[in-house]
């Protein structure tokens, strides 16, 4: 069935000018593109815009009608020309309901069917009226009949079952070979019940779509009256939805009355059979034969029956009408309500971002004034650090190195026992000790002296290490200088610290528990030794002395023990995230690296206490420009960091990145 839909198609589609071996004559197109010239020369002329849909019209051409008439009812929308030509343009859109429509509209309005009546016929037959369609054919016809017309009149008796006077009527077009007509002749027959004579035309008039037709042959007899109009000029076979509600636009169908028949000319011309079907002679031949033209038989109907019918389906129009404003209506305020509430939503939406737009303005506001003042923080530490630094440099140049001047007898170190014991006392005959460096070089051992607590650089004392205590400083009679290399314990407590940051208190070596008496710091000669160095064998501890032993061993471990400002120096880090565990710190060193892959490749994560959290490092660098750089470079990635410097002594302890 789906082949001979469409070589149905094929064969309803193309028009009779494509089916003849020699083109005929085109008035209908000489006269379009005679108006198509009138149209270049102005565009506004609304007599050439209706002609030129109508000529487009019965071209065929249905979406060049629509549009010279949407035109010509811009200049002129009472116009009742354009409706009927709208009603041409509906009638071949499968519409006939809306044809119907507009053509009562534009008869109600004065203009004359006359001209319309074909394609008013046409609409009749597919709403199933042929008693309607066939009065119209018959007005056309009246006038000059064009084969269209002839053809859809034998059509339109073929479906109401007059098949004798549509032979008569399509003759002349057989004997001239139309092919359209031997077309609508092969439907007459098959409507009617002779589907053998449809194929055997098919079979030699239509080329090799006529075995294809045989389906649709034998489909055709059991379609009611309208479908088999759809099918012979449409080739649609199923009756849509699209159909049946257009079918209900129709204007009720007024009672038929009787009007004078219209001869035809085909009756006068002397009956011969067609040489392309020997065998039709003798089929016909056995039919009865009518003489005369049989006029319609029409609606068969009283004028009560008819006017309930009309009512009926008047009443059924509006009730239609009626529910579907409705339909129309409901779905306009479900529309709206639709409307309102996706407005709704959007103000939500847009409030929603606005939230979250202000509080990451706020978390960034806080961030930035959270680095800032770590920054400045650090920038703080790093200038007491190097504050620190420059007066140890300033101390270790501006204090001159110690004369081999007199000397005291023995010089030395604060110990806890030296709150106990007298002081030493010098020999009444040796002059005091001069007073070596100046002001300056006093200045320079306080402010070397100065430590900057842990807590106030921002990170958390070491474990074991204790805070460095007070110095104590001799009494001025004996400074530290003077006893330089005179010491006899393995390490004297004379000697000077090396100029560092901050180191651990020394060892303080015990003097002699020995007295010395006042009259032991005069010599045996009873004259002064003046100027003279004492003697190291003098006040080196004896060996079998058990209490220097011990301090000998001290001093030798202390000695040998790491200098941790050697260890863990000054650095320059990038922190790049913290946290409260140190567990977590691989799993955000992880997140640091896929979103930085190229930028962290390589680098070793390390980590140190900050107050209750620790820090996560990147380094160390060389330069604090350096870390600030990387920092700098980490950022175009979409990471937040800053540069740190550790202090010295401070421990950084390498993360295992799980």
């Given at each position: 069935?789906?082949?001979?839909?469409?070589?149905?198609?094929?064969?309803?589609?193309?028009?009779?000018?494509?089916q003849e071996v020699a083109p005929p004559p085109t008035p209908n197109a000489d006269r379009l593109a005679e108006e198509m010239r009138t149209l270049a020369r102005d565009p506004?002329?609304?007599?050439?815009?209706?002609?030129?849909?109508?000529?487009?019209?019965?071209?065929?051409?249905?979406?060049?009608?629509?549009?010279?008439?949407?035109?010509?009812?811009?200049?002129?929308?009472?116009?009742?020309?354009?409706?009927?030509?709208?009603?041409?343009?509906?009638?071949?859109?499968?519409?006939?309901?809306?044809?119907?429509?507009?053509?009562?509209?534009?008869?109600?309005?004065?203009?004359?069917?006359?001209?319309?009546?074909?394609?008013?016929?046409?609409?009749?037959?597919?709403?199933?009226?042929?008693?309607?369609?066939?009065?119209?054919?018959?007005?056309a016809m009246r006038g000059a009949a064009d084969d269209e017309t002839i053809r859809r009149y034998a059509l339109s008796l073929g479906i109401s079952g007059q098949t004798d006077?549509?032979?008569?009527?399509?003759?002349?077009?057989?004997?001239?070979?139309?092919?359209?007509?031997?077309?609508?002749?092969?439907?007459?027959?098959?409507?009617?019940?002779?589907?053998?004579?449809?194929?055997?035309?098919?079979?030699?008039?239509?080329?090799?779509?006529?075995?294809?037709?045989?389906?649709?042959?034998?489909?055709?007899?059991?379609?009611?009256?309208?479908?088999?109009?759809?099918?012979?000029?449409?080739?649609?076979?199923?009756?849509?939805?699209?159909?049946?509600?257009?079918?209900?636009?129709?204007?009720?169908?007024?009672?038929?009355?009787?009007?004078?028949?219209?001869?035809?000319?085909?009756?006068?011309?002397?009956?011969?059979?067609?040489?392309?079907?020997?065998?039709?002679?003798?089929?016909?031949?056995?039919?009865?034969?009518?003489?005369?033209?049989?006029?319609?038989?029409?609606?068969?109907?009283?004028?009560?029956?008819?006017?309930?019918?009309?009512?009926?389906?008047?009443?059924?129009?509006?009730?239609?009408?009626?529910?579907?404003?409705?339909?129309?209506?409901?779905?306009?305020?479900?529309?709206?309500?639709?409307?309102?509430?996706?407005?709704?939503?959007?103000?939500?939406?847009?409030?929603?971002?606005?939230?979250?737009?202000?509080?990451?303005?706020?978390?960034?506001?806080?961030?930035?004034?959270?680095?800032?003042?770590?920054?400045?923080?650090l920038a703080e530490a790093q200038r007491l650090a190097e504050a620190r630094r420059l007066a140890e440099a300033q101390r270790q140049t501006a204090e001159p190195a110690a004369?081999?001047?007199?000397?005291?007898?023995?010089?030395?170190?604060?110990?806890?026992?030296?709150?106990?014991?007298?002081?030493?006392?010098?020999?009444?005959?040796?002059?005091?000790?001069?007073?070596?460096?100046?002001?300056?070089?006093?200045?320079?051992?306080?402010?070397?002296?100065?430590?900057?607590?842990?807590?106030?650089?921002?990170?958390?004392?070491?474990?074991?290490?204790?805070?460095?205590?007070?110095?104590?400083?001799?009494?001025?009679?004996?400074?530290?200088?003077?006893?330089?290399?005179?010491?006899?314990?393995?390490?004297?407590?004379?000697?000077?610290?090396?100029?560092?940051?901050?180191?651990?208190?020394?060892?303080?070596?015990?003097?002699?528990?020995?007295?010395?008496?006042?009259?032991?710091?005069?010599?045996?000669?009873?004259?002064?030794?003046?100027?003279?160095?004492?003697?190291?064998?003098?006040?080196?501890?004896?060996?079998?002395?058990?209490?220097?032993?011990?301090?000998?061993?001290?001093?030798?471990?202390?000695?040998?023990?790491?200098?941790?400002?050697?260890?863990?120096?000054?650095?320059?880090?990038?922190?790049?995230?913290?946290?409260?565990?140190?567990?977590?710190?691989?799993?955000?060193?992880?997140?640091?690296?896929?979103?930085?892959?190229?930028?962290?490749?390589?680098?070793?994560?390390?980590?140190?206490?900050?107050?209750?959290?620790?820090?996560?490092?990147?380094?160390?660098?060389?330069?604090?420009?350096?870390?600030?750089?990387?920092?700098?470079?980490?950022?175009?990635?979409?990471?937040?960091?800053?540069?740190?410097?550790?202090?010295?002594?401070?421990?950084?302890?390498?993360?295992?990145?799980?």
């Amino acid at each position: 069935m789906g082949a001979a839909l469409i070589a149905l198609a094929v064969c309803v589609a193309a028009p009779a000018s494509a089916q003849e071996v020699a083109p005929p004559p085109t008035p209908n197109a000489d006269r379009l593109a005679e108006e198509m010239r009138t149209l270049a020369r102005d565009p506004r002329n609304l007599r050439a815009l209706l002609s030129a849909g109508e000529m487009s019209a019965r071209l065929n051409d249905a979406a060049a009608a629509a549009g010279f008439f949407a035109r010509a009812q811009a200049l002129d929308p009472s116009n009742p020309r354009v409706l009927a030509g709208q009603a041409m343009v509906m009638v071949r859109m499968e519409r006939p309901g809306e044809a119907l429509r507009l053509f009562a509209e534009a008869e109600r309005n004065g203009l004359s069917m006359e001209g319309y009546a074909s394609d008013r016929g046409l609409a009749y037959d597919l709403l199933g009226a042929q008693g309607h369609a066939q009065r119209d054919y018959r007005t056309a016809m009246r006038g000059a009949a064009d084969d269209e017309t002839i053809r859809r009149y034998a059509l339109s008796l073929g479906i109401s079952g007059q098949t004798d006077q549509a032979m008569r009527l399509l003759d002349p077009l057989l004997r001239r070979s139309d092919r359209a007509g031997w077309r609508a002749r092969a439907f007459i027959l098959a409507m009617n019940g002779d589907a053998a004579g449809a194929d055997k035309i098919a079979a030699s008039m239509m080329g090799g779509v006529g075995t294809a037709l045989a389906p649709f042959f034998r489909r055709l007899p059991t379609l009611s009256a309208s479908d088999k109009a759809f099918a012979v000029h449409f080739g649609e076979l199923r009756r849509t939805a699209a159909r049946v509600a257009d079918a209900q636009l129709a204007p009720p169908l007024a009672r038929l009355g009787q009007e004078p028949g219209v001869a035809i000319a085909a009756a006068e011309v002397p009956r011969r059979e067609p040489q392309a079907d020997p065998g039709l002679a003798d089929r016909r031949s056995a039919r009865p034969r009518s003489s005369g033209v049989r006029e319609p038989l029409g609606w068969r109907s009283n004028d009560q029956t008819e006017a309930r019918l009309v009512r009926e389906r008047e009443a059924k129009r509006l009730a239609d009408l009626k529910a579907q404003q409705e339909r129309e209506a409901l779905a306009a305020k479900q529309r709206e309500v639709e409307r309102v509430a996706a407005e709704q939503q959007a103000a939500r939406e847009a409030e929603a971002r606005r939230i979250a737009e202000a509080q990451a303005r706020e978390r960034a506001a806080t961030e930035l004034a959270a680095r800032e003042a770590e920054t400045k923080r650090l920038a703080e530490a790093q200038r007491l650090a190097e504050a620190r630094r420059l007066a140890e440099a300033q101390r270790q140049t501006a204090e001159p190195a110690a004369p081999a001047a007199e000397p005291v007898a023995v010089a030395t170190a604060a110990t806890p026992a030296a709150s106990e014991a007298p002081p030493v006392r010098m020999a009444e005959t040796a002059p005091p000790s001069p007073r070596i460096g100046g002001e300056d070089n006093v200045i320079a051992r306080i402010i070397a002296g100065i430590t900057i607590p842990a807590s106030e650089l921002g990170v958390e004392p070491m474990p074991g290490r204790a805070e460095p205590e007070p110095a104590v400083t001799t009494p001025p009679p004996a400074p530290v200088e003077v006893a330089k290399a005179e010491t006899p314990a393995p390490r004297p407590a004379v000697e000077r610290p090396k100029p560092e940051p901050v180191k651990p208190k020394p060892e303080p070596v015990k003097p002699r528990t020995e007295t010395p008496k006042p009259e032991s710091a005069k010599p045996e000669t009873g004259k002064p030794v003046r100027g003279k160095p004492a003697d190291p064998k003098a006040v080196a501890a004896k060996p079998g002395d058990p209490k220097a032993a011990p301090k000998g061993k001290a001093a030798a471990k202390e000695k040998a023990k790491p200098d941790p400002a050697k260890t863990d120096p000054v650095r320059h880090w990038v922190q790049v995230a913290g946290g409260a565990n140190v567990s977590d710190l691989p799993k955000a060193w992880r997140a640091l690296l896929a979103k930085a892959p190229a930028e962290l490749k390589g680098r070793q994560p390390w980590t140190t206490p900050l107050r209750f959290t620790n820090r996560l490092l990147v380094g160390p660098f060389k330069t604090p420009a350096e870390a600030q750089a990387f920092v700098n470079m980490i950022g175009k990635k979409g990471l937040s960091a800053f540069a740190w410097s550790s202090e010295a002594r401070q421990k950084i302890e390498k993360l295992a990145a799980k």
